[in-house]
């Protein structure tokens, strides 16, 4: 402890090479604690998502699993549907505590004036069975801001009613009352055909895909896109959730034509999945830019005692034990690490929205909540692991230092 | 007893019984020391003359325990300093020699107060500031405790070198060419601060010097030459004046 402050004033004497290694480790420990918070965050907004969609298992169309993973949670064009009859066939099975019919029908929005390039001049209609649907979700509430001041669930049946997500409902302008305005081509029909809704109610936000959805009556779903006995998914709460009974459950309704049962234990495997391989490579660059880092502090504090040769020298003449060197050089690598480690940190989580941004931007997250969770847990782990660093990397340059023989170091430092 | 009787009746402070040392230089084997003794009493003050590589910084070192030699015997306080490690070395210098660099080799990066007390850290006893205050004010420098070495003069830099080397309280200083990088008048001024400083604090100072002037003002003067002593007499402190 006695050479703290030696250490700290050797530091600040040479502003320059500090700052600047300082930094160079601030940067990979920032890029260490973004990655893994995208890890844990990412993480978190799958089983966040998953768990929001209220139900474990679905009955899907047969296609690609990856458009079935990602349909749920992040919406879809290339829809399949399956045939009504499969709810029929299926709900009665006695493993199921609750289910629930979805149709998902893709219109086109008219009227709101605002396009982008992500494809938002589509609307993702979601036709639903309320009770059993609700049922499933009991957090869905209505919104309290003015705009969803009123706000009611549509009447079962009802032609014209819809009730919007939080996120659509604002990117549309729409408030309670307003007409929304869509455009369906049916199937089997080549003409698209205009459709007008009254906005009955705004939903609060959800941080899943809920809230960029407009929900409607499952039977005026069906109507509008012509598809009268068809079903996007069947959501099911099974009455015991383990890994044999779904693959009971799975094996009892493999048979079904064209169907596919989901577990979402599934959707999220399949979701990480497809980022793996995104995080891998970011995982790379952080192992990189991490080894970067450490041999430039060895190669910054080896030049330091390098230039301090004949201070070294001195300090040894003057009274200071291999071990007393050995401590002032070593602490002086610490302290440039833990405060790389801090800056690093503080900057992660200050550019945590960006990282963000950038990450949404690069890769098919797949998810609408925050990906980027950056706990004190990863802020400590980050510290530890920048000390652990300084402690690694000083050890040769301190090793070196305190091995100077006093009269030749004084001789090479003048 | 006078004060100089004194001397010469004391135990040694430091003794040195055919001390050699040899460098390789390439292929060549240089002898530094061929042999040298030398004794240093309590409030002794002893000059070390001789041309350049005549082994004087040779010397130095290994009477400050920063160098070990070849052979011979070498004793400080009594204590034997033979077949030692670098660490044991060091051991034996902390605290008993005050070691003073031609070029004052101040640490930019702390202030005179702080270079001042820096052996203390290493000898892990307590900074009082007051003392070091103290002390500086011996060397005249007491106004500049809280300036950066970069700011002092050539003189100035030196006497910070001399407060460093008395803040342990050393029995022995023992300095390179002091006056090396000085001007005549500071080179006098610490020549004086010596003789002052054994007169108040007992020490012992072993110092080379090229100046034959300053060297004179010791109580000893030894000659070295090619590795050896050359010659041994009292310098003016002790020497009669002419015609007494």
């Given at each position: 402890m006695r050479y703290i402050r030696l250490a700290l004033r050797n530091m600040a004497y040479r502003p320059a090479r500090t700052g600047l290694t300082v930094v160079g480790i601030a940067l990979a420990v920032a890029v260490a604690v973004s990655l893994i918070g995208f890890n844990l965050g990412y993480r978190q907004s799958i089983n966040a998502s998953i768990d929001k969609l209220g139900f474990q298992v679905m009955l899907m169309a047969k296609g690609c699993p990856y458009e079935a993973a990602t349909m749920?949670?992040?919406?879809?064009?290339?829809?399949?549907?399956?045939?009504?009859?499969?709810?029929?066939?299926?709900?009665?099975?006695?493993?199921?505590?609750?289910?629930?019919?979805?149709?998902?029908?893709?219109?086109e929005k008219e009227g709101s004036g605002i396009r982008d390039d992500s494809a938002s001049s589509f609307a993702i209609l979601s036709g639903i069975e309320r009770a059993s649907f609700l049922s499933m979700k009991p957090w869905l509430a209505f919104s309290d801001t003015p705009r969803a001041a009123g706000s009611r669930w549509f009447a079962d049946n009802a032609p014209d009613e819809v009730v919007m997500g939080y996120e659509v409902a604002e990117y549309e302008q729409r408030k309670v009352g307003d007409i929304f305005y869509v455009t369906v081509t049916p199937q089997g029909k080549t003409e698209p055909v205009s459709h007008q809704f009254k906005v009955v109610g705004i939903l609060d936000r959800t941080g899943t895909q809920d809230d960029g959805t407009v929900f409607l009556p499952l039977s005026t779903a069906r109507v509008i896109f012509n598809r009268p006995d068809e079903l996007t998914i069947v959501g099911i709460k099974l009455k015991e959730f383990s890994g044999l009974r779904l693959r009971e459950f799975e094996k009892r309704w493999a048979k079904l034509p064209e169907v596919q049962v989901v577990s979402l234990q599934q959707v999220k495997t399949t979701l990480v999945s497809l980022v793996e391989t995104a995080q891998a490579m970011i995982a790379a660059v952080a192992v990189v830019a991490i080894v970067v880092a450490i041999i430039g502090v060895i190669n910054t504090i080896l030049m330091s005692v390098s230039e301090r040769t004949g201070e070294i020298g001195i300090m040894k003449a003057i009274g200071a034990s291999r071990g007393d060197i050995f401590q002032i050089i070593w602490y002086e690598t610490l302290f440039i690490c833990l405060s790389g480690g801090i800056l690093g940190s503080v900057a992660a989580v200050l550019g945590a929205r960006g990282v963000e941004a950038g990450l949404r931007r690069l890769i098919d997250i797949g998810t609408h909540g925050s990906i980027v969770a950056i706990s004190p847990a990863i802020i400590a782990g980050a510290l530890v692991g920048a000390a652990a660093l300084g402690v690694f990397a000083g050890l040769y340059p301190a090793w070196r230092a305190a091995s100077l023989r006093p009269i030749a170091a004084i001789r090479e430092g003048e | 007893m006078t004060n100089h009787a004194q001397r010469y009746t004391s135990d040694p402070v430091l003794e040195a019984v055919g001390l050699r040392r040899s460098y390789r230089r390439g292929s060549e084997t240089v002898q530094a020391l061929r042999g040298v003794d030398l004794t240093v009493r309590p409030g002794e003050m002893v000059a070390i003359l001789g041309p350049s590589g005549s082994g004087k910084t040779t010397l130095i070192n290994l009477l400050s325990c920063l160098d070990a030699p070849d052979g011979g015997r070498l004793t400080i306080a009594g204590a034997s300093v033979e077949n030692l490690s670098e660490e044991e070395l060091t051991g034996v210098r902390r605290g008993r020699i005050g070691y003073i660099f031609q070029k004052f080799h101040l640490l930019p990066s702390l202030n005179v107060a702080e270079n001042v007390e820096l052996p203390l850290l290493f000898l892990e006893r307590p900074v009082d500031r007051v003392k070091t205050i103290e002390i500086l004010r011996q060397v005249g420098l007491e106004d500049r405790a809280f300036h950066l070495p970069g700011e002092l003069s050539g003189g100035q830099m030196q006497r910070v070198a001399i407060a460093r080397a008395l803040i342990v309280r050393p029995g022995i200083l023992i300095a390179d060419e002091p006056t090396g990088n000085l001007d005549r008048a500071n080179g006098e001024a610490i020549f004086a601060l010596f003789r002052k400083l054994i007169e108040s604090e007992g020490l012992s100072v072993i110092v080379t010097t090229h100046n034959q002037h300053l060297g004179s003002q010791a109580d000893r003067v030894i000659t070295l030459e090619d590795g050896l002593i050359t010659r041994e007499e009292p310098g003016a402190a002790i020497r009669p004046a002419a015609g007494a």
């Open positions: 749920m949670l992040k919406g879809g064009t290339g829809l399949l549907y399956l045939p009504s009859t499969t709810f029929d066939d299926v709900r009665n099975d006695p493993e199921i505590a609750a289910i629930t019919p979805i149709f998902i029908g893709v219109a | -």
